[in-house]
């Protein structure tokens, strides 16, 4: 099993591959959070991670250990390594997006959730 604290390393080495613009008005971070976060818009969604823009805490990347744990209790390290980097890079596109006033990943999402609801079953990452 892999530990929140081997999350967080993984996470690190992650981030620091990528290019330092990456990080601009980034001033919340990347914070890795112990909990699982069910998706409202369905049973058996996890949300992975988030991105946040906010008046009183600025800009922000929250990452679900908790919700990892769950959707991949079973995966070896390597693969989860590989949905931590997709996920990170997810958020990653919301932000420069958001400072770009751009929206196109936010309309992707609501485009496969609404896909996901009006199929009525299996199991999609948020």
Request: one cysteine or more; charged letters at 30%.
């Amino acid at each position: 099993m892999v530990t929140i604290d081997d999350v967080q390393e993984m996470l690190g080495e992650i981030a620091r591959e990528l290019p330092g613009d990456f990080f601009k008005e980034l001033n919340g971070g990347i914070v890795l959070l112990e909990a699982c976060k069910p998706h409202p818009q369905g049973a058996g969604l996890f949300i992975m991670g988030e991105y946040h823009r906010r008046r009183d805490m600025g800009r922000q990347i929250l990452i679900y250990y908790g919700s990892f744990l769950r959707a991949y209790a079973d995966a070896p390290a390597h693969e989860l390594r590989e949905r931590l980097r997709k996920t990170l890079l997810h958020e990653f596109t919301h932000h420069l997006e958001s400072l770009a006033g751009e929206r196109g990943l936010e309309l992707k999402d609501q485009a496969m959730l609404a896909k996901y609801r009006a199929r009525g079953e299996g199991s999609a990452e948020v």
